[in-house]
């Protein structure tokens, strides 16, 4: 636990007030933030005895008398205030680093990474957890910092934990007993420069692992097997000839766990989503089969990922806002089977559109929206590809009004992340979903 220090955090946000919060009383704490929080959240800092500045960077405030500087996972490495904190010898480290600390005795963690697929991994294997009666809480980068769901963990609890690029990259002393790594390929180059960096980032997930602890591999991605090539973790892998999914159903030791018929999403990505769960099930209790059945044969898949938006035209409508990578998109359009107008673009992140040639040719129409707009147009004009300039979501969807026919697909699924224009990717997609609503 930390006690008597005087602590720097940088950025408010959800996960910033919640370990000001899980911090306030024994230590002196300083926050700042580019924007004032509403009222009630301001009022709730100064009765804790938090002080809340507002600046551009913060890195004014900052000076030798700090002894830790607690850092958004959002917020670039080389940022100024970070950067004069490491001058400073100041340790940068993140609210999950802290929260960690705090933990009861025996909590045992599952963490879960990878380039995609994590929400609805950890989303699944939180659910069958509880289905098989395990006292459990789900947090991290899904939604519930860890700062702010401590005291919901009990002594002996299950954590399960979805760990972002982001947050990795500032955890030093945190530790998993369970990690699974869904998959690897380039992504946040902006944030971290380069892919090998990247990737250096991810293999975290195994920090201070020994032959007691257990690593859940991809056996089938080759970069999640270069990251674990020499780790001390337990490795256990899927998606080879032992845990893998067939056209009859999905197998765990070679013994078919589920038909495919009987799970509801669809798609070879989430039958890797579904292995990964269950093997991190299994090492936690063994599986009833029944209540595996029971959970997917009635689990729709997660909001904003290939979600189906209802539409009384003749037109299926699928918001994919969390696809903030091309890899994600190729996914999402693979489960297309009906010409598709393709809504592309966000952020600039040095993203290769060129990753989705190998199903572009589904895609009769690209609406080019944010920041890469112009470079989404040169992209379509090099692969002979119709694309309209839009820039934003509004004008995509009215001239995808115009455009679509019966028996077409509308797929939001931006390959980039959402920040030049929404606060987060949930946001585009409930714009989007607003939209379908209003114009169809």
């Given at each position: 636990m930390i006690e008597n220090k005087k602590i720097f955090i940088l950025g408010l946000a959800r996960s910033g007030y919640h370990v000001a919060k899980l911090l306030a009383g024994k230590n002196e704490i300083v926050v700042c933030d580019q924007k004032m929080p509403e009222e009630k959240i301001l009022n709730e800092l100064k009765d804790l005895n938090v002080q809340f500045y507002q600046s551009e960077t913060g890195e004014e405030l900052l000076d030798n008398t700090f002894d830790l500087m607690i850092k958004n996972p959002g917020i670039d490495p080389r940022h100024l205030a970070v950067l004069k904190a490491k001058k400073l010898k100041i340790k940068v480290v993140n609210e999950m680093e802290v929260a960690y600390h705090y933990l009861p005795k025996n909590t045992k963690i599952i963490g879960i990474t990878g380039s995609n697929g994590k929400t609805t991994t950890a989303t699944i294997l939180y659910n069958l957890l509880k289905l098989h009666n395990v006292s459990t809480v789900l947090g991290g980068n899904i939604g519930y910092p860890l700062s702010e769901i401590i005291s919901k963990v009990k002594e002996n609890d299950v954590l399960v934990l979805e760990i972002s690029d982001h947050q990795l990259y500032d955890l030093d002393e945190f530790k998993t007993d369970i990690s699974i790594l869904t998959n690897l390929c380039p992504t946040h180059l902006d944030y971290?420069?380069?892919?090998?960096?990247?990737?250096?980032?991810?293999?975290?997930?195994?920090?201070?692992h020994t032959k007691q602890d257990i690593a859940i591999i991809n056996y089938a991605n080759k970069d999640s097997l270069e990251v674990s090539s020499h780790i001390m973790s337990n490795p256990i892998y899927f998606n080879n000839n032992q845990n893998y999914y067939n056209d009859e159903g999905i197998f765990i030791d070679n013994e078919l766990i589920i038909k495919l018929t009987d799970i509801k999403i669809k798609g070879n990505h989430n039958y890797e989503n579904i292995l990964a769960s269950l093997l991190g099930l299994q090492q936690i209790v063994n599986i009833d089969k029944n209540k595996v059945k029971e959970y997917l044969k009635n689990f729709n898949g997660v909001e904003h990922r290939i979600e189906i938006v209802p539409s009384m035209s003749g037109v299926d409508f699928y918001n994919d806002s969390k696809a903030t990578n091309p890899t994600s998109t190729v996914i999402a359009l693979k489960t297309m089977t009906k010409p598709t107008r393709l809504i592309l673009g966000g952020m600039e992140r040095k993203q290769d559109f060129n990753e989705l040639n190998s199903e572009i040719?589904?895609?009769?129409?690209?609406?080019?929206?944010?920041?890469?707009?112009?470079?989404?147009?040169?992209?379509?004009?090099?692969?002979?590809?119709?694309?309209?300039?839009?820039?934003?979501?509004?004008?995509?969807?009215?001239?995808?009004?115009?455009?679509?026919?019966?028996?077409?697909?509308?797929?939001?699924?931006?390959?980039?992340?959402?920040?030049?224009?929404?606060?987060?990717?949930?946001?585009?997609?409930?714009?989007?979903?607003?939209?379908?609503?209003?114009?169809?």
């Amino acid at each position: 636990m930390i006690e008597n220090k005087k602590i720097f955090i940088l950025g408010l946000a959800r996960s910033g007030y919640h370990v000001a919060k899980l911090l306030a009383g024994k230590n002196e704490i300083v926050v700042c933030d580019q924007k004032m929080p509403e009222e009630k959240i301001l009022n709730e800092l100064k009765d804790l005895n938090v002080q809340f500045y507002q600046s551009e960077t913060g890195e004014e405030l900052l000076d030798n008398t700090f002894d830790l500087m607690i850092k958004n996972p959002g917020i670039d490495p080389r940022h100024l205030a970070v950067l004069k904190a490491k001058k400073l010898k100041i340790k940068v480290v993140n609210e999950m680093e802290v929260a960690y600390h705090y933990l009861p005795k025996n909590t045992k963690i599952i963490g879960i990474t990878g380039s995609n697929g994590k929400t609805t991994t950890a989303t699944i294997l939180y659910n069958l957890l509880k289905l098989h009666n395990v006292s459990t809480v789900l947090g991290g980068n899904i939604g519930y910092p860890l700062s702010e769901i401590i005291s919901k963990v009990k002594e002996n609890d299950v954590l399960v934990l979805e760990i972002s690029d982001h947050q990795l990259y500032d955890l030093d002393e945190f530790k998993t007993d369970i990690s699974i790594l869904t998959n690897l390929c380039p992504t946040h180059l902006d944030y971290h420069g380069t892919y090998e960096n990247y990737k250096n980032t991810k293999r975290k997930i195994f920090n201070h692992h020994t032959k007691q602890d257990i690593a859940i591999i991809n056996y089938a991605n080759k970069d999640s097997l270069e990251v674990s090539s020499h780790i001390m973790s337990n490795p256990i892998y899927f998606n080879n000839n032992q845990n893998y999914y067939n056209d009859e159903g999905i197998f765990i030791d070679n013994e078919l766990i589920i038909k495919l018929t009987d799970i509801k999403i669809k798609g070879n990505h989430n039958y890797e989503n579904i292995l990964a769960s269950l093997l991190g099930l299994q090492q936690i209790v063994n599986i009833d089969k029944n209540k595996v059945k029971e959970y997917l044969k009635n689990f729709n898949g997660v909001e904003h990922r290939i979600e189906i938006v209802p539409s009384m035209s003749g037109v299926d409508f699928y918001n994919d806002s969390k696809a903030t990578n091309p890899t994600s998109t190729v996914i999402a359009l693979k489960t297309m089977t009906k010409p598709t107008r393709l809504i592309l673009g966000g952020m600039e992140r040095k993203q290769d559109f060129n990753e989705l040639n190998s199903e572009i040719n589904k895609v009769i129409c690209i609406y080019a929206i944010g920041k890469v707009t112009d470079r989404i147009f040169a992209y379509a004009k090099e692969n002979n590809l119709l694309c309209k300039k839009c820039y934003d979501l509004n004008n995509a969807m009215i001239e995808i009004k115009k455009d679509v026919k019966n028996n077409e697909a509308v797929l939001l699924s931006p390959a980039s992340a959402s920040w030049d224009q929404y606060d987060k990717f949930e946001t585009r997609g409930e714009e989007f979903k607003k939209l379908v609503e209003k114009m169809f």
